[in-house]
């Protein structure tokens, strides 16, 4: 597994048992991939905000449309 695959099966809870231990040892000496982990971890949080601020314009022009049909009516 290549270190972005490890690190993103890492960060969604996909690894398990040896593979996480050894993967969490890895984390204590290595801070370049300890950097590598809080970068990807921020990037991650970076997508999910970006996602919710789209759907929750998205669900008010939505809810605007439908206002605007209300009042036509």
């Given amino acids: 597994m290549e270190q972005f695959e490890q ?15 050894e993967f969490e040892r890895q984390l204590q000496t290595d801070t370049q991939l300890a950097e590598e982990v809080r970068l990807q971890s921020a990037s991650h949080k970076l997508i999910r905000a970006s996602q919710q601020t789209y759907y ?3 669900l008010q022009d939505i809810e605007a449309g439908y206002q605007q049909e209300a009042t036509i009516i």
């Fill in 7 to 21: 690190i993103e099966a890492y960060l969604s809870g996909e690894l398990e048992g040896d593979m996480l231990a």
């Fill in 56 to 58: 929750k314009s998205f």
